[in-house]
């Protein structure tokens, strides 16, 4: 495997890109970011079979391999995708090796599988984090001698599907929409401290995703919360920052109107509720692209640093800085003024600070009552110490400034902005 293990920093982290891209969230450069980019979803009652019979037409039988990757507790699914192939000519070989948040040496384990069976489908069936490890153990194992801190955005695509002919995603949470996007988070567990590095390719894009509710319908009530305010927290990010086009616009106060509709009956009702599951499928898909192909707010790099020093869920963090990423951007676009209708904000009544207090106001209530938190002291798992949160800020800020997510904000972020945010959050007060 390629030497990348320097102390290199990965290509986002490099101050010129950082302010680069500020400025290519105008609109004015923004048709070099265009496009969007998606894939096969199969769902409903037909969907495993449509899937199915699709994989099995597109390739010869000598080519009939597919390793099914997982983790523990999702291997569990793979007797019902083996009943759904035993009428076919398909060897499939089931890795359970995925570890939570994606450590480098899975990727190494997945690669040396590759080698030995020569799949040429690899069906992850998981969250974000069985999804993430299939993508990358796709670009090693057709690419080794790419970097992975080198892959960028605006490259497009780096030549995967020449052996791995589909990548099919299988989604069994309602929130991390890994199965619609171009991107893989790797924990760099070569390094100490471990760092997260965000990977982007065109071609890690799932080619195929199959939605089915008996995949999510079990989720523990914790997930529920926690996967749908990541759908919540993607599709709300995305609407309101600048980077967008008019399919992402669409599809995101479409994800937003779900949520707000489905994930209160399913917080309440759990797997007795197939509609709803089957809404939430949906919504943390569309929520998925819509982010992936325009970009996710800073309530994810805000998030993703406090999850990772306070070991928050990714999902409870990223919808407890919900409120404040939409606050922010709303110094320097209006798009706020959309989700107005949506949260009962009668905003033409009202001053416009007047309005936007509301709507905040109204979506805190939101994420409180799917068992959210909206600030940090009231974060239920872990309880947070004050002391230990506050001594942490400074990190937890330079982490937030170097992460991917933080390269979309319209409105710019220095250092400061990320410490005053940090400290207001303790209270779950707003920086506006
Ligand atoms: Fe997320």
């Known amino acids: 495997m390629e030497e990348d293990n320097s102390e290199q920093k990965p290509w986002y982290e ?18 070099v970011m265009a496009g969007f980019k998606a894939n096969l979803v199969f769902s409903g009652e037909n969907g495993i079979a449509d899937a199915t019979k699709y994989m099995d037409q597109s390739l010869y039988d000598n080519e009939k391999r597919i390793l099914v990757i997982t983790d523990n507790f999702t291997k569990k699914f793979l007797p019902k995708m083996e009943d759904a ?39 992850a069936i998981g969250g974000g984090s069985v999804m993430d490890t299939a993508k990358i153990v796709n670009i090693k194992y057709e690419k080794p001698e790419l ?20 990548l099919v995603a ?26 997260k590095i ?42 309101v920052s600048n980077w967008n086009n008019p399919l992402t616009t669409a599809i995101n106060i479409t994800a937003i109107k779900e949520t707000l509709q489905y994930l209160p009956r399913l917080v309440k009702y759990g797997s007795k509720d197939l ?29 993703h640093s406090f999850g990772a020093l306070m070991e928050v869920h990714h999902g409870y963090s990223v919808g407890l800085f919900t409120p404040q990423s939409v606050a922010w951007q709303a110094k320097v676009t209006e798009r706020w003024r959309d989700l107005c209708p949506i949260f009962e904000v009668e905003d033409k009544q009202m001053s416009r600070q007047k309005a936007l207090e509301s709507l905040i106001e109204n979506i ?14 009231e974060v239920k798992r872990p309880i947070i110490k004050e002391e230990d949160y ?30 005053n945010i940090y400290k207001s959050a303790w209270n779950g007060e707003i920086i506006y």
């Open 147 to 166: 970097n992975l801190l080198n892959i960028d955005a605006v490259s497009g695509s780096i030549g995967l599907h020449r052996k791995i002919k589909h």
């Open 275 to 303: 509609e709803g599951w089957e809404h939430m499928q949906w919504a943390a898909l569309m929520a998925g692209l819509g982010f992936s192909n325009s970009m996710p707010g800073i309530e994810h790099a805000l998030g």
């Open 14 to 31: 490099d101050p010129f890109i950082q302010e680069m891209m500020g400025l290519m969230g105008a609109r004015a450069m923004r048709s």
């Open 364 to 377: 805190q209530t939101f994420i409180r009552k799917v068992g959210g938190a909206v600030a940090v002291r």
């Open 170 to 195: 299988i989604p069994t949470t309602i929130g991390t929409g890994s199965e619609v996007t171009t991107a893989a988070v790797l924990n760099d567990t070569r390094r100490a401290p471990h760092k």
């Open 390 to 419: 506050k001594t942490k800020i400074p990190l937890m800020a330079e982490y937030a400034l170097n992460d991917i997510a933080h390269l979309a904000s319209y409105r710019p972020l220095r250092l400061e902005n990320y410490l």
């Open 198 to 239: 965000g990977i982007t390719a065109d071609d890690i894009l799932p080619t195929i995703v199959i939605l089915h509710p008996d995949f999510v319908k079990d989720l523990p009530p914790f997930l529920i919360m926690g996967t749908g305010l990541d759908t919540f927290a993607h599709a709300m990010g995305a609407y």
């Open 85 to 123: 192939f035993s009428n076919t000519n398909f060897e499939i070989k089931l890795w359970e090796g995925v570890k939570a948040e994606v450590p480098y040496e899975t990727i190494e384990k997945g690669v040396q599988i590759c080698k030995e069976f020569n799949p040429t489908i690899l069906m």
